[in-house]
């Protein structure tokens, strides 16, 4: 028989916890999402957190502790404040770097991570899927999934993630990898790799060619059971999104 009073004591001690989780949400203002995708984790294991259901691991705890300067003895024990001096105002207040995104001058945010004397530890950049066949659009418009915490070497204006779903660029881009793409650097040099916007695809990436004879761009994927595709020139002015600048992918 389940011992349900060592059930309920544990969901008590749990529970402030959890509060204490949600505040620092409340607080930093970011949506559940992106804050479950900085502890690498997805967000119904979020919110079984909040819900004083189950615990993180500390592996989890530490990410969030990196990313938004929490803490940790206010998130575990519920004593100091809530963050890091020397992050406190950082983290109420993020100091972000605007950068253009795209033609059509959209914007978007790189949040830097910063520790003791001003050290720069990472960057929060904003990650987006690659799609799949749906609404027919002309063009990309930016629709971010959450963020995630890089390198501050692998920042730079104008860069955004794209989590891969497909196959196509397998086996030098596996599925589930995570690319950057410099939105600012949309200039076409043949034979490299781009973020590249296809009517009735979507977003996704591919080695892009031109054909002077045809004046045609060939979307050349790396898998063999993905085929060539042909785009008119005349007709790819929103082809090009950005350059993929960096891969991580597990090996």
Known sequence: MPDISRKLETRQLLIPFSKRLQQVIDNLGVEKKAFALAGDIKQPTLTAYLNAQSQPSQDVVAKWILVYGINANWLLTGEGPMFREERAEAASKPAYQIAPFGPDGQTRRTQVVRGPDDQELGAIIEVHAEAGPGQVKTRWEPDPIGTVCIPPEYAKPGLFGLHIKGSAMEPLINRGALVGVNAEDR?????????????????????????????????????????????????????????????????
């Open 187 to 251: 200039k076409f040099v043949s034979g490299d790799i781009y973020a590249v916007f296809i009517p009735y695809e979507g977003l996704t990436t591919r080695r892009l060619f031109l054909d002077p004879d045809t004046s045609v761009y060939v979307l050349r994927s790396i898998h063999p059971d993905h085929p060539d595709m042909e785009l008119p020139v005349d007709k790819s002015e929103n082809l090009i999104v950005g350059r993929v600048v960096w891969v991580m992918q597990g090996v």
